[in-house]
Structure formats: C-alpha cells, structure tokens
C-alpha cells in the first residue's frame, strides 16, 4: 500500500453516527495488514455505532462541539471558537499519530488548524457526483442537503464521491466515485404536486440508502487510495498516484472516472 514499511494509520473523524465504518472493520481484509483504523473522534457526546466499534478494539473519544461551544460561550456559527475546537481536536488525535483523516459523517466545516496539519492528508466520502458541476465549473451539489438538492432538481440518480479536502467546500481533487442509485419515482411525483413534506421524506430515505449500501466500500477502498497516493507520512496526498476510479457494485473498480454499474 503506502510506501512506508508499515501500515498506514487512518483517524476517523464523524459525527452522530459513522455509516459504513463496521463494514469496513469486519468485512475489508486489507485492515491490519494494508492499513489500520486508530481512532474515531465524534462531534457528539457519543455516535450510534461506538460500542459496537469499541468492541473491535477501536478508541472513540468524544469532542463534543455543543458542549465545547456551551463551555466557551461561543455559537456554533463563531469560526475563532470553531478553530480553537479544532485546536483541541488535534490534541485528541495526537497520541494515536494518524498518517490521514477519514470524514465519516462528520458534519462540521474544518477550520485551518486541522486544514493545515494535515494539509492534503484529509478524505471525504460525500453524497453527491462530485464531477457534476455548474456552468461557472462550482461543485452543483455540495454540503449536506445534496442528496435532497439532487432531488428537487430533478436528477434521475445520485453517487456518492470520495475527494481530498481542500479550504473549498467538497471541491478537492477527486478520488473515488461509487455506482448510480436511480431516484425513485416519488420524487419526481412530489415536485409536480409541491409535496415538498414527501420529497423531504424521500430524500431522506435515499440518502440512507446510499449511507448503508455505498458507504463501507466507498470507505475502504478511498483508504486504500489514500494509501496509494501517499509518498511520505508528512507530505500531502498526491492524486496522481491514485487515479481516479467509479466502484462497482460488485466492489470492482473501473478506472479513470468512468461510469460504474448501475444498480
């Protein structure tokens, strides 16, 4: 995997849940030989998969940043708190010495501090086709409500994408794009009838799909090209080393950005 002599030590990094990481820690035979998972940090007081994980030998610690923001008199909103709790984040992941970041559901924007010590060194999965772009070249559907956003505008499927994180919202250079989930016809029905309540409901229901189908591939197998583009522990991800590549259903990959199997 990564030129090290070692395998390479990913940090987790979610939120109120981490979609796909017991996929990855009991299905992904690369674990412990290619690479290992030293930690997972959560937002939250705790995240839905913890105990299961922390079964598999696995650290999680809580950072939550309601109680952080509560203990600082800050909002969540106030960026100089949002960098001293990313501050404090890397106080958390010091100990466990991750050569990457892995953003697992995490629902936070990083600030610099993070952005800076692992500058390039950070891996996004995100729920939208990353190569999908506006006519001014803008990622059409970044940040949370892409899924939903796909939808209202009428897309007939969605991907999920993996890509380097970079201080442009879901605009790093791409790595790993997983199969099509066709929208269902609901959708298409609630925009006609402005039942906007069901294409709420709708949304929601295919981003789960895509959460517990894609995500545990998609996770491991941007691992492994995260591996595959580190040249030295310290040293950004270089994406040229890693390709650019669609996962198939089937966990095949197809190179170069071209389209994977459609479900």
Known sequence: MANLGRPLKVGILCSGRAPGLLHVLNRDPRRGTDYEIVC??????TF??????????IPCVPHSIGAFCH????????????????RATLKILEPYHPDVLVLDGYGLLLTRPVQQEYDGRIIDVHPSDLL????????????????????????TETRASAHIVTDVLDDGPLLLRSWSFQAPPIAAWARTHDA???????????????LRDAWGPMLAR????????MVRPDAPLDPARAGRWALAFDGAFTP????????
Do not use: F, K
């Open 40 to 45: 997972a940090v959560t937002s939250e007081e």
């Open 48 to 57: 839905a998969e913890e105990v299961r994980v922390e079964r598999r030998g």
């Open 71 to 86: 203990e600082h008199g800050a909002s969540r909103a106030d960026l100089d708190a949002r960098a001293e709790y990313d």
């Open 132 to 155: 999908q772009r506006t006519s001014s070249g803008a990622v059409r559907y970044p940040g949370l409500r892409a899924v939903h956003d796909a939808l209202m505008n009428g897309e």
């Open 196 to 210: 906007w309540d069901v294409l709420r409901a709708t949304a929601w229901a295919h981003q789960e799909w895509m």
């Open 222 to 229: 941007s691992i492994e090209l995260a591996g595959l583009a």
């Open 256 to 263: 170069d950005g071209t389209m994977a199997e459609t479900l």
